[in-house]
């Protein structure tokens, strides 16, 4: 199995909390992203990072914020969180090349009350 | 942007039969991959099987195949011989080829696939 980590794996916080949610990779991939999976959508993509300090939107970024100063660690952060954000965040991880697969990490679940 | 459209919320199979999980997918591209992910209760995502999209040859690991049509944008998954341990939600996703590395995947909704013993 891929290096990843997820932590926490569960969390409950409350409406306007801030959260940051961290992924932990041991493969020296160059390539993570954060996803988030809810009911009846599968895995949407929230950001991702093609380097370190180079990151980049995805489908459903608004109210999401990450940062990579380092290879191996992506945060992703929830300045105020919101009720809509109650969900699984699945952070993956990739080599270079377009046709090789994304190894997830065990999940995080998140519910914000 | 791509969309991926599984039409089958849930199917169910009897233990050993074999079942076909549908996929549709829209893209203007002419390179990209195709995958099948599996998740099972505990949550974790597993690659099932990967198509490159170049490659006309459907792509085959034991028991798991595709039917690929890329004309009509069908990325179909056939289980043969059924077995209690593929009762688990499935998958199926995009990746642009342009991108490289920093395209993420586009997933479809998902099929709940119940395995009668």
């Known amino acids: 199995d891929a290096g990843i980590t997820q932590s926490p794996r569960h969390k409950v916080t409350e409406t306007g909390t801030p959260v940051t949610l961290r992924c932990h990779q041991t493969?020296?991939?160059?390539?993570m992203y954060w996803y988030r999976q809810d009911p009846g959508h599968g895995l949407r993509l929230i950001h991702y990072s093609y380097g370190v300090k180079d990151t980049d939107k995805g489908e459903v970024s608004d109210g999401y914020s990450v940062s990579r100063s380092k290879t191996e660690d992506f945060l992703l952060t929830l300045e105020s969180a919101t009720s809509s954000q109650t969900s699984v965040y699945f952070c993956?991880?990739?080599?270079?090349?377009?046709?090789?697969?994304?190894?997830f990490g065990p999940g995080t679940r998140l519910t914000v009350l | 942007a791509q969309t991926v459209t599984q039409s089958q919320p849930e199917m169910s199979v009897q233990e050993a039969e074999t079942v076909t999980l549908s996929c549709t997918y829209d893209t203007s591209e002419s390179d990209y991959y195709l995958f099948w992910y599996k998740q099972p209760p505990s949550r974790q995502m597993i690659l099932v099987i990967r198509?490159?999209?170049?490659?006309?040859q459907n792509a085959t690991e034991n028991r798991f195949s595709v039917n690929f049509q890329k004309a009509a944008k069908s990325f179909s998954l056939k289980i043969s011989d059924s077995q209690l341990g593929d009762a688990a939600m499935y998958f199926c996703?995009?990746?642009?080829?342009?991108?490289?590395?920093?395209?993420?995947?586009?997933f479809g909704k998902g099929t709940h696939l119940i395995i009668q013993p």
């Open positions: 198509q490159e999209a170049y490659k006309q």
């Open positions: 996703a995009y990746r642009s080829y342009s991108g490289g590395g920093a395209d993420g995947l586009t």
């Open positions: 993956a991880i990739s080599e270079e090349q377009s046709y090789n697969e994304q190894f």
């Open positions: 493969e020296n991939h160059r390539y």
